[in-house]
């Protein structure tokens, strides 16, 4: 069964950059695309990035275009996450997560997804 492991998450200055991982276990992530979300106290878990299986197609949820970069190492068989310009203050949780359709669609919905990770916190503080 697929698992997923994040890493890479912690305490950065408003302003910076951190970079997140995604790596699988019990399975290859090649025929998946894979999606990040987000979880902001107070609101819903909601999905900001997807890579498509090939890496050929990324897609962005408008509150990160430009900032965030999805990205994928074959031969690591990892999924990666910049993420420059971070602006929350409070705890946010970042989560990888795979499908089993290779592509991506329109929207990063989060029932498209089948495995999940355990979410790394990122905290943007002064």
């Known amino acids: 069964q697929l698992r997923l492991v994040e890493a890479g998450g912690g305490v950065v200055h408003p302003g910076g950059s951190l970079t997140l991982s995604c790596t699988p276990s019990?399975?290859?992530?090649?025929?998946?695309?894979a999606g990040w979300f987000r979880h902001v106290p107070g609101k819903a878990r909601e999905g900001i990035s997807c890579?498509?299986?090939?890496?050929?197609?990324?897609n962005y949820a408008s509150p990160v275009k430009g900032r965030f970069t999805v990205s994928r190492d074959k031969a690591k068989n990892t999924i990666y996450l910049q993420m420059n310009n971070l602006q929350f203050s409070d705890p946010v949780v970042y989560y990888c997560?795979?499908?089993?359709?290779?592509?991506?669609?329109?929207?990063?919905?989060?029932?498209?997804?089948?495995?999940w990770g355990q979410g790394t916190h990122v905290t943007v503080s002064s």
């Open positions: 997560a795979a499908d089993p359709v290779p592509y991506c669609s329109g929207h990063i919905r989060l029932t498209d997804f089948t495995s």
């Open positions: 019990g399975s290859t992530l090649a025929a998946y695309s």
């Open positions: 890579i498509s299986a090939t890496g050929g197609r990324t």
